[in-house]
């Protein structure tokens, strides 16, 4: 089981940005899945989660500027991120399922004009 | 949401020590279909969590049996049966019964 993110990197305050995660080892479209955050020296936060079937959650405080998405043919997750704050400068780790039984190294998103 | 609240927030130990964490729960954790979804994670220095612990006290596939974890509703303890250097890190616990998914503030394992 592998997860591999991309697409971070530092953004402006107000611009956009899109992740990827890259799943291997399992068959990704029987998995719901999640994208958790951590900022700098701090704890994890939870951001949204995405089912097998494409159903969504986001936690408040993206709700609105952030959408998880999911190519099952491309064996891929994405969190495409608008409006960005710099309060959304954090790494941002990819997770398999409720379980969180698999993670990928994380992503960095730096937030800064 | 519901809030987890992990105490110590900072552990020391020796090298073979035993040591508890425990996370507070503000509401039960025990789902309507009878699971109770409480894990317990570390994370390395530098590195992503991983998952030791799931469903209060299932060990993940591969995690030494030196972890256990147990408790019930709201009061929950993750036990390291003697510490080993590779058990360095901060360790969280998160519940998945209650929407949003919520973690602890986590407990930095420290050697003395």
């Known amino acids: 089981v592998q997860l591999v993110e991309s697409g971070g990197g530092l953004v402006q305050p107000g611009k956009s940005l899109k992740l990827s995660c890259s799943a291997s080892g399992f068959t990704f479209s029987s998995y719901g899945m999640h994208w958790i955050r951590q900022a700098p020296g701090k704890g994890l936060d939870w951001v949204a989660y995405i089912s097998s079937s494409s159903g969504t959650v986001y936690a408040d405080a993206v709700k609105g500027r952030f959408t998880i998405s999911r190519d099952n043919a491309k064996n891929t997750l994405y969190l495409q991120l608008n409006s960005l704050k710099s309060e959304d400068t954090a790494i941002y780790y990819c997770?398999?399922?409720?379980?969180?039984?698999?993670w990928g190294q994380g992503a960095s998103v730096t937030v800064s004009s | 949401d519901v809030v987890l609240t992990q105490t110590p927030p900072t552990l020391s130990a020796t090298i073979g020590q035993s040591v508890s964490i425990s996370c507070r729960s503000s509401q039960s954790l025990l789902d309507s279909d009878g699971d109770t979804y409480l894990n317990w994670l570390l994370q390395r220095p530098g590195q992503s969590p991983q998952l030791l612990i799931y469903s209060v006290s299932n060990l993940e596939s591969g995690v030494p049996n030196r972890f256990s974890g147990s408790g019930s509703e709201t009061d929950f303890t993750l036990k390291i049966s003697g510490v080993e250097a590779e058990d360095l890190g901060v360790y969280y616990c998160m519940q998945a019964t209650h929407a949003p998914l919520t973690f602890g503030g986590g407990t930095k394992l420290e050697l003395k």
């Open positions: 997770a398999r399922s409720t379980l969180m039984d698999a």
